[in-house]
């Protein structure tokens, strides 16, 4: 008996030896592609987009005169300084649309997206000049924007794009408001953010509305939280809105992700020495209450089925779901343990106890790291259930004899 243990131990050990090296390159190939993936696909497709509010600039050119000494003459000359003002903000009325299109690459998925976004802006100009330029920064270098929109009081106006920007220059008398409509369609990755100015800042009559198309939103840590949340047929919903708000945080929206298929499955390799143990522990309380001989070659074979398991599930998020893939790998590894242990024990034993512990151990204990957040409770409530039943099949076992005692 004692030589059967140490050899299935030994077993165990060399199985787990096999499930570190196996997900340690699996992480190895998810993050050091990841590195690489991640530029590439915000190349292509756009990187997180942070938009900030356009700004008006009134100019005003005041004459001064210089004066310069040549050859002891004195000469006056008049140049002219331009004095700038930023006009204030008064009111702002943005839309935005969130579609969510994850996309895969390698054994990452990335959570693209595509943004639908205009704004309505009132400026006052409040300054005695009456030149004034009203300029919009683009949220990201690498981007398209289509379906430019740029209106001044409901007027197309001419507008110049350099180093990331769009404006135009109006004129406008002192005292008059002024108001600009912009909007685009563009693409990113990742997150979306709007941003309220540098530092801390002060919004007046303030309204944003997100419609997102996806029901799962997170907001980025530092952000503000809506005002108001009201659920549509496809996502959210959600309003900021404010009266006269002084605050330095932002207003943002983190992208829904996949499970990753290459960290997951590298997760689930690693704990599997952990079902291993629970399975190897109950097939050997149960042999041998029911005096069944298995010898530790049996073990051995037993562990390499669940080790098929985890190698096929390795290759094969490459190519399929990560949830197909799951079940074909299960199907694959109860078959082998069944199949074989049909053999060396009988039908009933390998179709009953070893089929339901496996089904347990190797896949309700794997499919529990799909719910984050709730994969060590899954877990720890099965090895509690574990526990409790070999409590009761080995309650009245004589550990000092040989067999079971009788009621």
Sequence with gaps: ????????????????????????????????????????????????????????????????????????KTEKTTVHDAVTKVLPLEQSRIKVGLDLEQRKKGLLWFATYRVDWSGQYLFRNDSDAQDVTLKLQFPAPQAIYDDLLFVVDGQPVPVVTKD??????????????????????????????????????????????????????????????????????????????????????????????????????????????????????????????????????????LATSFFAFHLLLAYLVDHISIHLAFVICSIVSIFLVVSYLRIVVGPRFAFGEAALAQLVYLVGFSYAFFFQGFTGLAITIGAILSLFLVMQLTARVDWGGTSAATA
Excluded at 1 to 16: D, E, G, H, P, R
Excluded at 213 to 222: A, L, N
């Design 164 to 301: 990331g920007a769009v404006s135009a220059t109006v004129r406008r008398a002192p005292g008059s408001v002024i108001r600009l409509a912009v909007g685009y369609r563009s693409q990113g990755l990742s997150t979306w953010h709007y941003s309220l100015g540098e530092n801390v800042t002060q919004v007046r009559d303030f309204l944003l509305e997100m419609n997102t198309d996806f029901r799962k939103v997170d907001f980025p840590q530092g952000s503000m939280s809506p005002t108001e949340k009201k659920e549509t047929k496809d996502g959210w919903l959600l309003t900021w809105k404010y009266r006269n708000l002084v605050t330095g945080s932002k207003i943002g929206m983190v992208m829904p992700e996949k499970l990753q298929p290459g960290p997951l499955a590298g997760r689930i390799s690693f704990f599997a020495p952990v079902s291993l143990v629970f399975f190897f522990f109950l097939i050997f309380v149960i042999s041998t209450l029911k005096k069944i001989r298995l010898h530790p070659m049996h073990y051995f074979f």
């Design 1 to 72: 008996m004692t030589k059967n243990i140490v050899a299935i131990v030994a077993i165990l050990l060399f199985t787990t030896l096999a499930w570190m090296i196996l997900g340690g390159t699996l992480m190895s190939r998810s993050y050091t592609a990841d590195s690489g993936l991640g530029d590439k696909v915000a190349g292509i497709w756009g990187g997180p987009q942070e938009q900030v509010p356009p700004t008006a600039i009134s100019t005003k050119w005041v004459p001064r005169v210089v004066e310069n000494t040549v050859n002891g």
